[in-house]
């Protein structure tokens, strides 16, 4: 499950993903879809371990941290 929270710790979004799916690959769709659905230009993302490898941050570098 992927749980998002504006700064207030009021939930914004929560998605049920597949018993089977691995918590690292969750993470990059959930900070795109947040950032279509709410037009937000920066986001924060708090993970554990297992969550946030270098495997899992290369794909968040390629993401504009500006928009135009």
């Given amino acids: 499950m992927a749980y998002s929270r504006d700064s207030n710790g009021r939930p914004i979004s929560i998605q049920a993903y597949p ?15 947040i950032r279509r659905q709410f037009g937000l230009n920066h986001v924060t993302l708090v993970g554990d371990r297992g969550m946030i490898t270098e495997l899992q941050i290369k794909p968040f570098k ?5 928009s135009s």
């Fill in 19 to 33: 018993g089977n799916t691995h918590d690292s690959t969750t993470a990059i769709d959930q900070v795109e879809k």
């Fill in 62 to 66: 390629g993401i504009s941290r500006h």
